[in-house]
């Protein structure tokens, strides 16, 4: 059938007004169908015999409609079909294991059901076996301890000491093994077994090892007075050493353990065996150091008099002769015994680190009762520094191991002996400052030994400190040096306060002894500083603060200074130096001034001599020193001698170098441009200059004149003759009035013009002024 083109079903049109789309409201539709009409009929009632035609085509376009829908319902049903038949046969799947599931489940909870008492009966079995098995193993190992100790019993009951030291340690590794066990029972008896027999062996070992010590005449008390002697049977005697200090090595596990175990248990420590040490002490030399042991406190505890509270320099020197005395016993007969039972062990290390334990204790005893007794306590920490070095350099004492000196890193001892160093210190601060002969050097009649000028109380007090450096300087902790570092620092800034303050009192005489003996000491202590500065100790004081950010040391400093600290490019004592270097700047400029008073006085008759008046040079015999220049001459010369005396070499050189540049000012403004010349006058100026001023400061450099540039070529300009001086006035005028284009190619400048002269220092105005200030001359 053919696809009508127009139609008011047709299935082309768009859902909704017209077409097939959903169902629309009545009115609608009516309003459709109205819509229809006007179009196809019009208002044309003539036009009313096509509705026949119109009515074939709309039952033509619905039959099409009802063959495409026929068609498209054709096609779905098997699709369909298959689709349901697929879901039914997975419903009936799904059924089918669902019902099979409910049957496996029945059947297993019936079989766990029917199960249950065998697995019941079969967990009370195995239990039992668990537990007859734990009760088997208890008992072999009961039956071990016991056959380790019927081991041990029969080896001493043989004097088989080597059988027995190993059976011995047999129980101790075994007692190692069991310490996650819970059978406290067992290693109870375990370890009450391995100490009844480690008692019993080294008790035996170490009566035989007391009797051959005797026979070799230990313990050392005194000095020997000569190499040990081999006594009359004194290869058995070795022969017997070297066994029972090999015996006793091996038997130093266990002891290790049973020590141990003691401690944890809360019992005191051996009194050879230091009690908070990682090591323990090697066996042997825990018995050698009994009777030491005895002796230190038979004579420094109790009521004897050796034991006193403000001497405690007794027992120190005591236990440092000990070591001393015994040093040759230990290295001539006991190392080479050690050395061959490859132990790494120190003999006389040991033997000091045993020592060691017992004066610790009764260093912390007797520091805790002096910290309110400032005297005692002074002398307390003098000793056990003093003790310290003597251990470290007589004695070898390594580095690595502890000394007595993290017993004064206690916060409360530590605290006092801060408070007692500034309080020691300020004491000596006022006591160096108001003695006799504070401002004066101690080394001023040797001139090889005076370079400084230090005055007394500035060395004084620099030794003060370096003592203080010399103190903390061995102390095992970073953070406590640098407290003792801000200490120093500290009492440096209250010195130069002080210094300050006199010096303002002094200031009324500035050439007096006194001033400059405070200038010296204030650039002495800023010497010493820079040096320390530099030191290898501070460098690395320095680095410590930075990386601990101590606020003792780097407070109030910013990121940049910390910075530069970090880097080693300021020092810890850059801000000191800062102080010192203006207080010093500060003393120079009035000491200067000063002297530049009376300096002044004496060249005002010599800047009012007639200089326009005086005859040439060529009319006069022989040149001589200006009448009105000698008073000035005079002066310059004492300020410069009496400088010279009083201050250091380096103060001196900045001292007279300031005087030649305030007087190469005075001269050229009071002299040179307040006056005109004549010939005759500019030569007599020259002469004195260059023969007498000058001269007068050839005494301290080479080339005086580079000092006084002014003056030297103020008197070049005044000296030139005629026909120059005319040149290069109207050389210099014509570079005036031109301005920078008027050299020529050839033409030289002003500026290569002054310098062909000697003239480098002054601008071209002034030579004009200069040679306006010089006589007419005729033709000029």
């Known amino acids: 059938m053919k696809n009508p083109s127009v139609g008011l079903l047709n299935p082309a049109e768009p859902p909704g007004r017209g077409g097939g789309g959903f169902p629309e409201d009545p009115e609608t539709q009516r309003d459709d169908v109205l819509d229809f009409l006007k179009k196809e009929v019009g208002s044309d009632l003539k036009s009313l015999k096509n509705v026949g035609d119109l009515l074939e085509k709309l039952k033509e376009e619905n039959s099409y409609l009802e063959e495409q829908v026929l068609t498209v319902s054709s096609s779905l049903p098997p699709k369909v079909s298959a689709a349901l038949s697929a879901a039914e046969a997975a419903v009936s799947s799904v059924e089918d294991l669902l019902q099979r599931e409910q049957l496996v489940s029945n059947k297993l909870e019936q079989h766990l059901e029917d199960a249950r008492p065998w697995m019941d009966n079969l967990g009370q079995t ?55 066990s819970r059978c406290s029972h067992l290693q109870d008896f375990l370890r009450e077994t391995l100490h009844f027999w480690h008692k019993i062996i080294k008790d035996r070992l170490a009566g035989d090892f007391e009797k051959v010590l005797t026979q070799l005449h230990w313990p050392v008390i005194s000095p020997p007075t000569q190499s040990l002697t081999p006594t009359a049977n004194g290869q058995e005697v070795g022969s017997q050493l070297e066994l029972l200090v090999t015996q006793l090595l091996a038997l130093q ?9 003691a401690l944890a248990s809360g019992q005191v420590a051996p009194p050879t065996q230091p009690a908070s040490s990682a090591t323990p002490l090697c066996l042997p030399i825990q018995i050698m150091l009994q009777p030491l042991v005895k002796r230190f406190r038979y004579h420094f505890y109790g009521n004897r008099q050796t034991n006193s509270l403000g001497k405690p320099e007794w027992y120190l020197t005591q236990v440092l002769m000990w070591m001393g ?129 230090a005055p007394d109380c500035a060395e004084t007090f620099m030794t003060l400190l370096q003592v203080i450096t010399e103190r903390y300087r061995a102390l095992p902790c970073p953070s406590a040096q640098l407290k003792f570092l801000a200490l120093q620092r500290e009492l440096v800034d209250d010195f130069r306060i002080r210094l300050t303050q006199v010096m303002k009192e002094e200031s009324r005489c500035p050439l007096g002894d006194r001033y400059c003996a405070i200038l010296n000491s204030v650039n002495y202590i800023s010497t010493i500083l820079a040096d320390w500065g530099e030191n290898v ?61 009376d300096v002044t006085e004496t060249v005002k008759p010599y800047g009012q001599d007639r200089w ?94 580079n000092f006084l540039k002014h003056v030297k070529e103020a008197c070049i300009i005044l000296c030139l003759n005629v026909g120059s001086a005319i040149l290069l006035r109207d050389l210099l005028r014509e570079s005036n009035e031109d301005g920078p284009d008027w050299a020529g190619a050839e033409a030289p400048t002003p500026e290569s013009a002054l310098n062909e002269l000697g003239v480098y220092c002054l601008a071209t105005c002034d030579v004009l002024i200069l040679l306006n200030l010089r006589a007419p001359r005729p033709g000029q």
């Open 253 to 261: 596990t266990s002891d290790d353990l049973v020590s141990q175990r």
């Open 612 to 705: 326009l008046s005086l005859p040439p040079q060529q009319d006069q015999s022989t040149m001589t020193l200006s009448s009105s220049a000698c008073p000035m001459m005079l002066c310059v010369r004492d300020r410069l001698l009496t400088l010279q005396q009083v201050l250091t070499f380096d103060l001196f050189q900045l001292a007279w170098q300031g005087l030649a540049e305030r007087l190469n000012s005075l001269l050229y403004q009071d002299v040179i441009l307040s006056n005109h010349f004549s010939e005759g006058g500019a030569a007599q100026l020259q002469f004195d200059m260059t023969r007498n001023l000058f001269p007068l400061f050839g005494h301290y450099c080479q080339r005086p004149e």
């Open 126 to 180: 195995l239990s039992q076996v668990d537990t007859i098995e734990q009760h088997v193993k208890y008992l072999c190992c009961l039956q071990h301890i016991e056959e380790l100790s019927a081991v041990v019993q029969q080896c001493l009951m043989t004097s088989s000491v080597w059988e027995a030291i190993r059976a011995v340690d047999k129980m101790a590794a075994l007692d190692a093994g069991l310490s996650q």
């Open 537 to 597: 100790f501070f460098l690395q004081l320095q680095q410590a603060a930075v990386s601990l950010g101590d606020e003792a040391v780097l407070g109030g400093l910013g990121v940049t200074e910390v910075g530069r600290l970090a880097s080693l490019e300021d020092s810890l004592f850059v801000g000191l130096l800062a102080l010192l270097d203006r207080l010093k700047g500060d003393m120079m400029g009035r000491l200067l001034e000063w002297t530049m008073r």
């Open 325 to 453: 005395n015994s040093s040759t016993f230990m290295e001539e007969k006991i190392q080479p015994i050690l050395d061959r039972a490859g132990a790494p062990i120190g003999a006389m290390v040991e033997l000091c680190r045993g020592l060691l334990s017992v004066v610790k204790e009764k260093v912390a005893s007797d520091a805790s009762r002096l910290l309110y007794d400032d005297v005692l306590f002074c002398h307390l920490v003098e000793e056990v520094l003093q003790f310290e070095k003597e251990l470290r350099s007589k004695q070898s004492y390594p580095a690595a191991l502890p000394g007595l000196l993290h017993l004064l890193l206690e916060d409360a001892t530590l605290q006092k002996w801060l408070t007692m160093e500034k309080k020691m210190a300020v004491e000596k601060m006022d006591a160096m400052l108001s003695a006799e002969g504070a401002w004066s050097s101690q080394y001023k009649d040797i001139s090889d030994m005076d370079e400084l000028k």
